[in-house]
């Protein structure tokens, strides 16, 4: 078995939302995620796909989308991204019940793999400039707290080892650590996986590497090209 994970599918197949006109990775990038996750992910793994999964509005407008990742190989769980207009922040038990056997959502509880690691997550947020700085540190305060309660979740199951899942990366552009970061250092997370940076001009805003004894991985697909990237063999 194996840990897959990947970002911002941005799947389109019920609006007119195409992601063409940001590069050539982007065209007919849906067929590349068919051929390279057939190849790549077998049906005994595990694929997070770490939000921005669709640009429907609503269930209803994304259920194509979503039928469409149920079919990838694998067992896949999703965390919540900045465009999941779909997923209210307060029904992802509702969510888990609805898909129940077809896809898993991960929001401030956990998941376990491999028997001793635990996948905890949150959307988490950085600060961008669309807000003003009073209501980005309310976000980040909000979703540090999801963070928390995940790990929090998991250590009471049992659980000594994890590996983090956000969408925004754990540090805002100029940050060189967060409260993301301590958090995680906090918990000894061994690794955690972050999305949401498009664009080559934008992969490198945040941690790559080893940072004080973790591993951190940018995964937008774009920046893959469309190859999920293996988080645990």
């Known amino acids: 078995m194996a840990l897959f994970a990947i970002g911002d599918l941005h799947l389109s197949f019920q609006t007119d939302k195409s992601m063409d006109t940001f590069g050539g990775v982007w065209v007919n990038h849906e067929q590349k995620v068919i051929e390279n996750f057939n190849a790549e992910v077998k049906p005994e793994d595990t694929l997070v796909l770490v939000g921005d999964h669709s640009w429907g509005r609503n269930l209803a407008e994304c259920q194509t989308d979503l039928e469409f990742i149920e079919a990838l190989p694998g067992r896949k769980i999703l965390t919540r991204g900045n465009h999941d207009m779909f ?11 609805m898909f129940k056997g077809k896809l898993e959502f991960l929001q401030g509880q956990y998941f376990c793999t491999y028997n001793d690691v635990a996948l905890v997550g949150t959307k988490g947020y950085t600060y961008e400039g ?3 700085p009073d209501h980005a540190a309310m976000l980040v305060d909000r979703e540090m707290d999801r963070l928390q309660q995940s790990f929090e979740a998991a250590r009471k199951a049992g ?9 925004y990366p754990p540090t805002s552009i100029l940050e060189e650590e967060s409260g993301f970061t301590a958090l995680c250092e906090h918990y ?15 992969f490198h805003d945040s941690i790559e590497g080893n940072f004080h004894g973790i591993e951190y991985s940018l995964v937008s697909g774009d920046s ?10």
Do not use: M
């Open 188 to 202: 000894h997370a061994e690794q955690v996986v972050y999305a949401h940076c498009h664009g080559e001009e934008r």
């Open 159 to 167: 659980y000594t080892r994890y590996i983090v899942f956000l969408h």
């Open 130 to 132: 669309s807000d003003t």
């Open 224 to 233: 893959l090209n469309w190859h999920p990237k293996k988080i645990l063999d």
């Open 87 to 97: 997923w209210e922040s307060g029904k992802t038990h509702k969510l888990n019940t």
